[in-house]
């Protein structure tokens, strides 16, 4: 009988005690929980959160605390940008338009030219000689204090609202939780710098030199992109916490569906899988079925324009000797060969097609010509179809109802759809040649090929960012 009391009674402490565990676990996963905020920018956060601070004044102090956290993010983001664009200055350059172009990888645009080049890192980041000066500071050393510098105040800015008054109803009222928090902090703050580094494990080396010594530019890059990627996640952590302790922040349902736009880091569905849930949506609430048919008309708009390009590689491969079949393939001892062009390396064939139209029984536009209009019609219509939808005070319950979200939207549809020709090309800067002749003239069919894949490239990459916008906008 006490056997079985004791045993009892075990029981039912270790329950309380998983219980406590359980109820401890999630506390600290609701203070930190991000969810109502998906896909909402910093920027946009602080927005709704000011709304809330303006109608309950007890909540100005997590305001100020919030906005303090961001400029101080925006004040590192600025500092590693410099040493990127220093690492890049002092490598010899990014490769402008022309050069890309040039070079047949217009994707390279932007992009460093010394990529392979491990000396000038290791003047930056190890030895400080740089800048055509005298011998500065290594950047290495001063960003491993800046990473320490910018946990300690995310931390210091956090914990001090315990010290503050009429906070009364959050957390920051309570000062059993301020050790909670603490400790969380220390986990989920993830910006790390040489804190733990020895040398003595690493052959003597300073943190800077191993982290960045005679490694090439191409490797640093993504070590700056998650120094700045931790402390996007840090700050963002942090503004959840705040924005949790303001009540119900009331941000309207069209807002939060506008918020999937506003975040470039959002999952995005296949063009089918967004299709495909207009579809179901359009069944389920005949509200939808306008997002469908406009997503429809623009799945066909895209095929239109990849058929027409698939028409201009098959006439530019016959003109210049046709493709190998795969009896010619196997005959070479190259399989592979088999639907690859002959010509490859014809460049007349390229400037009859795209530069004079010499083509053909007669003379015609030149396909450049035609190219150029036709991505400059397809990215207008593009838009054109989604500005319509907030045409009729637009469709209830998305961001189409809301007049102030069309032109938020519409300029960043404008900026993120990959289509560009020859806007605003300047025949001056480029030696006095036209768009087509600049981008087609003199170059061989096996340059020209990926060219055209690129194009319509990027008319599936806009046709997916257009249809995951108009998926985002029903229920799933």
Do not use: C
């Amino acid at each position: 009988m006490k056997l079985v009391l004791l045993l009892s009674v075990i029981t039912w402490s270790f329950s309380i005690q998983i219980n406590l565990i359980y109820a401890q676990e999630t506390t600290e996963t609701t203070l930190f929980d991000h969810s109502p905020y998906s896909g909402m920018s910093m920027d946009s956060l602080l927005f709704y959160m000011e709304a809330a601070a303006s109608k309950d004044t007890k909540y100005k102090e997590l305001l100020k605390t919030a906005q303090k956290i961001h400029s101080t993010s925006i004040q590192y983001h600025e500092y590693l940008n410099g040493i990127r664009q220093r690492m890049v200055k002092e490598s010899g350059g990014a490769y402008t338009l022309e050069e890309a172009v040039e070079k047949g990888y217009p994707q390279l645009e932007g992009k460093p030219k010394g990529k392979k080049d491990k000396d000038t890192p290791q003047r930056i980041f190890v030895t400080g000689d740089y800048d055509n000066k005298e011998k500065q500071k290594a950047v290495g050393p001063i960003l491993a204090q800046k990473i320490k510098d910018l946990r300690n105040v995310y931390r210091t800015l956090i914990l001090d609202l315990w010290d503050s008054q009429g906070l009364e109803g959050t957390i920051f009222g309570d000062r059993s939780k301020k050790k909670v928090v603490s400790d969380e902090l220390s986990f989920r703050i993830s910006l790390v710098g040489d804190e733990g580094y020895a040398p003595e494990r690493h052959k003597g080396k300073s943190w800077s030199d191993f982290t960045f010594g005679h490694m090439p530019v191409a490797a640093i890059y993504p070590m700056l992109r998650k120094f700045q990627n931790d402390a996007k996640n840090s700050e963002a952590m942090l503004l959840y916490l705040l924005a949790n302790q303001m009540g119900d922040l009331a941000i309207p349902l069209a807002s939060k569906k506008y918020m999937l736009l506003d975040n470039r880091d959002t999952e995005n569905l296949s063009s089918e899988g967004a299709l495909l849930k207009l579809e179901k949506a359009a069944k389920d609430q005949p509200e939808y079925q306008l997002l469908y048919q406009r997503a429809k008309e623009i799945k066909k708009l895209t095929l239109q324009f990849e058929n027409y390009i698939d028409d201009v590689r098959t006439n530019m491969y016959e003109e210049s000797g046709g493709v190998y079949t795969s009896s010619e393939a196997k005959a070479l001892g190259n399989p592979v060969l088999t639907g690859r062009p002959k010509g490859k390396k014809n460049k007349e064939v390229p400037q009859r097609i795209f530069v004079t139209g010499d083509y053909g029984k007669e003379k015609r536009v030149p396909e450049g010509i035609v190219i150029a209009r036709k991505i400059r019609n397809l990215k207008a219509t593009y838009l054109s179809l989604i500005e319509q939808l907030w045409e009729d005070k637009g469709i209830s319950n998305t961001i189409f109802e809301i007049p102030d979200y069309k032109f938020l939207t519409m300029a960043t549809l404008e900026a993120g759809l990959a289509l560009t020709s020859d806007e605003n090309w300047d025949a001056k800067q480029h030696k006095g040649k036209s768009w087509e002749a600049f981008v087609f003239g003199e170059m061989p069919v096996a340059a020209i090929a990926p060219m055209l894949r690129k194009f319509q490239n990027d008319a599936r990459y806009s046709e997916e960012l257009l249809l995951n916008l108009l998926s985002s906008q029903v229920e799933n």
